[in-house]
């Protein structure tokens, strides 16, 4: 009997030992692996750090645009300019700082641009683009050349007709 007790005891303590361990295991694989939630890279937009999940995506991305001009800073159009004193210059004509990327889900989207030359700020505005077909854009942005062309041309072609019109 006291043999038997004993290994009852046995039995139990290996049993609950082996419970201890599988919950262990179990326990161990249910921590987040945590090494690499977020990707970076240098892509077509500059660096970018995207999360595992594509739910955060944001591009850093600068600009700088510098002049050297050696002997002087300017166009000479006539004879005296040539003989202005030799001074060489270097300027910084554009530093721009572009950020952008999406948050929350990708068509979620942001973009902000500061010019750092002369501390303005030339671009900010949130993009909902869920639909192909419908979109939309909030903010303060730069025009796109095209839509200054567009505009411009409609001017002239509306000028145009008005010319014509009065001619005949």
Request: cysteine-free; overall charge positive.
């Amino acid at each position: 009997m006291y043999k038997a007790s004993i290994l009852i005891h046995i039995f139990k303590n290996t049993l609950l030992g082996l419970i201890v361990l599988l919950g262990l295991n179990g326990w161990s694989q249910q921590i987040k692996d945590t090494t690499k939630l977020i990707n970076v890279r240098y892509g077509d937009k500059g660096i970018e750090l995207r999360t595992k999940d594509n739910k955060f995506l944001f591009q850093l991305q600068s600009r700088l645009q510098f002049r050297f001009s050696t002997p002087n800073d300017q166009n000479p159009l006539t004879y005296d300019d040539y003989s202005q004193d030799k001074e060489t210059t270097f300027k910084i004509n554009r530093a721009r700082l572009k950020v952008g990327g999406h948050a929350f889900e990708p068509w979620l989207k942001y973009y902000w641009e500061y010019e750092l030359s002369q501390s303005n700020l030339l671009d900010f505005r949130i993009m909902i683009e869920k639909w192909e077909w419908l979109s939309f854009k909030v903010g303060q942005w730069k025009t796109d050349k095209w839509e200054l062309k567009y505009t411009d041309i409609s001017k002239e072609v509306a000028l145009l007709i008005i010319i014509i019109g009065q001619q005949h």
